[in-house]
């Protein structure tokens, strides 16, 4: 059996990181300027912090008031630069203790203890106590590396023990935008496709496309990175979404596990940060809050009918606090 994690921002946040855009635009606006076109972006973010909560999204709109391609690219490397640096000191100030290793491979494979008991019940008999292989993969939307720093990872399967005669391994991590490291070659910004740049001029050019366009960036690599992360996710029974916003710069991989709700009995734990946890006499509110959560996130992955009864069951929402910390 297949199981995939999407690991977002929010697990690096979790851990003690300041890798919020926030965070870098502080930063950012006080490096020196090298070009017109950058200190006029620096002060559209200055002055409208809010618009800019999210740092792909607000590309798309911003290049909107972009007249040329030559400033498309300064914008690109100057961005893409200052980011890299900036979560480079982020993520080399991380240095975890050796015994979090077993508590994250565990915490892994067992992520139903986040959910009241029935449903952990139901996820156990359903998904974690089947006699059967188990496999799982990360996919990490994130440019550090602190998923591999936690585990010990070098790149070689991690086994989480055995059940019987059958074993739980950690088979793979995928970087799917890239590393803040420069030795290791790329790092993706931008958006999920061209309609998400507002301006027609601009999204139809191939430079600009090549820059902002994730999907387009990656593929000039080689390396198929988004055709393997599709294949885990097209073939998992459970698939985890851990400290991701769920915003449309990653929209196509939403679409993707909702096609796999659609078309198979996965199952889907989503970690929903904003919530309340359950206690005292809150128990209504909070299943209001799962249900209108639910209703949420089936609008993201692109699933028209909202009130599918089948699917909606085999969505799980989980508002707990702790999973995933480690400090």
Same mark, same amino acid.
């Given at each position: ?10 697990? /690096? ?20 300027? &090298? ?17 800019? +909560?999210? =740092? ?10 972009? /007249? ?7 914008? $690109? ?46 996820? &156990?008999?359903?998904? #974690?106590?089947?006699?059967? $292989?188990?496999? =799982? ?38 970087? %799917?935008?890239? #590393? ?16 998400? %740049? &507002? ?14 366009? &994730? ?9 198929? $990175? ?12 459970? %698939?985890?979404?851990?400290?991701? +916003? ?5 929209? +196509? ?10 078309? +198979? ?63």
């Amino acid at each position: 059996m297949d199981y995939v994690y999407l690991i977002g921002n929010g697990f /690096d946040r979790n851990l003690g990181l300041n890798t919020d855009y926030k965070s870098f635009y502080d930063w950012y606006v006080n490096e020196e300027s &090298k070009h017109p076109a950058i200190a006029k972006l620096k002060s559209e973010i200055s002055s409208n912090y809010e618009n800019w +909560s999210d =740092l792909e999204e607000g590309i798309g709109l911003y290049l909107e008031s972009i /007249d040329s391609v030559e400033e498309t690219r300064e914008i $690109h490397k100057d961005l893409l630069d200052a980011l890299q640096r900036y979560i480079s000191m982020q993520d080399k100030g991380f240095s975890p203790q050796k015994e979090y290793a077993s508590d994250f491979l565990t915490d892994l494979f067992e992520p139903y203890k986040s959910l009241r008991r029935n449903l952990q019940n139901e996820l &156990k008999r359903n998904i #974690f106590d089947r006699d059967d $292989h188990k496999y =799982l993969r990360i996919i990490s939307f994130n440019y550090t590396e602190t998923v591999e720093k936690l585990l010990k990872y070098t790149g070689k399967e991690i086994s989480a023990g055995s059940i019987g005669s059958h074993v739980r391994k950690l088979s793979e991590i995928e970087h %799917i935008h890239g #590393f803040c490291d420069p030795n290791k070659g790329r790092m993706a910004l931008g958006l999920d496709n061209e309609t998400q %740049i &507002k301006n027609s001029e601009l999204a139809s050019s191939y430079q600009v496309k090549s820059r902002f366009i &994730k999907p387009t960036y990656n593929s000039l690599y080689g390396e198929e $990175h988004h055709k393997k992360c599709l294949r885990w996710i097209n073939n998992a029974s459970f %698939i985890c979404i851990f400290g991701m +916003s769920m915003g449309i710069s990653d929209e +196509s991989w939403w679409h993707a596990i909702g096609k796999r709700l659609e078309t +198979s009995e996965a199952r889907v734990l989503f970690f929903y940060d904003g919530g309340f946890e359950l206690r005292n006499n809150n128990g209504p509110e909070f299943q209001e809050q799962i249900d209108e959560t639910k209703d949420w996130l089936i609008s993201k992955f692109g699933i028209e009918n909202v009130n599918d009864t089948d699917i909606r069951s085999r969505i799980y929402i989980s508002c707990t606090k702790s999973m995933f910390k480690y400090t």
